[in-house]
């Protein structure tokens, strides 16, 4: 029987190289500094990545896609919540994948990711 994790991580083993992770793909702040200032100036985003993330954990997923979350916090933030919305850049997508396996080390490899090339 096919499980919806089951579905998810067939999808996702077809479009990221899991043998990246947090712990041998060494990118966060040092080689990312304009995702690194955008978390310092809108904590509030990281927040609710860690949210919704623990919320797919809790509903039984191994692995996870960071741009499904990513996807959520707009929706929390624009449809959701009252007030402004905040602008968030795809590109710090992989900086929070990243920061969120290396903040909680038990679910490293939660994210897929890909090996940083340097670029933006």
Known sequence: MTTKNNRQQTAQMYLFKPEFNAANDNTL?????????????NPEVYELIKKFTFQVIE???????IASIYERVRWHTEVETAGDPFKINNNHRPYYARKFMED???HDGFFFTREYNGGA
């Open 59 to 65: 509903a039984g997923f191994d692995h996870y896609s």
């Open 29 to 41: 702040a040092a080689e990312r500094p304009e995702s690194e200032a955008y978390h310092q100036a």
């Open 104 to 106: 909680h080390p038990e």
